[in-house]
C-alpha cells in the first residue's frame, strides 16, 4: 500500500509564505503524476495543482495560479508545494495524493487520485 505523509503546515501571516512536503513510500514514485488538492470546513475537496511523473507539466487552480509552485524530487520520492502571498482563502487542510494509473497527464479531478495523506492544516491569519 503507498504510504504518503504531508508536513510543513502551520500558522502563518497573511502575505507570508509556507513550503509543504510530501513524503512517499514504495519505490514507484517517478511512475505517477501527483497533486495537492486542499479542503476547508464545510467545502468539498479542492484541486490545487499536479505535476507529471517527470516534473515537466504542472497545472494549478485559478486561485492559486501565480502563488503556488508545485515541485517534486523523485530521487528522494518526494512532492512538494511552496505557497507564496498567502491569504485567508487559502486556509484549509492540504492533502497531497497519488493519481491510480499511471499516466502522463497532470490530473484535476479528485477520481484521478487513489492514494491520500493525512493532510496539513494550513491556516492564515490577517
Known amino acids: 500500500q503507498v504510504q504518503l505523509v504531508e508536513s510543513g503546515g502551520g500558522l502563518v501571516q497573511a502575505g507570508g509564505s509556507l513550503r509543504l512536503s510530501c513524503a512517499a513510500s514504495?519505490?514507484?514514485?517517478?511512475?505517477?503524476?501527483m497533486g495537492w488538492f486542499r479542503q476547508a470546513p464545510g467545502k468539498e475537496r479542492e484541486f490545487v495543482a499536479a505535476?507529471?511523473?517527470?516534473?515537466?507539466?504542472?497545472d494549478y487552480g485559478d486561485s492559486v495560479k501565480g502563488r503556488f509552485t508545485i515541485s517534486r524530487d523523485n530521487a528522494k520520492n518526494t512532492l512538494y508545494l511552496q505557497m507564496n502571498s498567502l491569504n485567508a482563502e487559502d486556509t484549509a487542510v492540504y492533502y497531497c495524493?497519488?493519481?491510480?494509473?499511471?499516466?502522463?497527464?497532470?490530473?484535476?479531478?479528485?477520481?484521478?487520485?487513489?492514494?491520500w495523506g493525512q493532510g496539513t492544516q494550513v491556516t492564515v491569519s490577517s
Open positions: 505535476i507529471s511523473r517527470g516534473g515537466s507539466m504542472k
Open positions: 495524493a497519488r493519481e491510480a494509473r499511471a499516466s502522463y497527464d497532470t490530473p484535476r479531478r479528485r477520481e484521478s487520485y487513489a492514494f
Open positions: 514504495g519505490r514507484t514514485f517517478s511512475t505517477y503524476a
